[in-house]
């Protein structure tokens, strides 16, 4: 029996103006403000880029992509000056 709610978590920590690959996207971080813990970021997915702007830590960023149209989900736990660090959620 297939699980289809069976997902894959990835941590990362990203720091400014540097993309990073994981599974089939790929994240870059634009901007920080650890004063008010927001966030901005490009999602690089299926030739699409998708700009998550002026996003709070905790809040769950979701996007589909591949062939099947799979849920991906991006959280975020710390922001700092010029990084951030938090989990990727990829179907397995």
Known sequence: MKHKGDRQLLEFTL???QRSPFSTVSL???KTD???SRF???VYADDHTIEKKDRS????LQFYTGRDKQLYEVVVFTVSKDEISG???TPK
């Open 87 to 89: 989990y990727l959620a």
């Open 34 to 36: 650890p004063k008010k």
């Open 57 to 60: 830590l905790g809040e769950p």
């Open 15 to 17: 720091k400014k103006r």
């Open 40 to 42: 901005t970021m490009n």
């Open 28 to 30: 870059e971080l634009k």
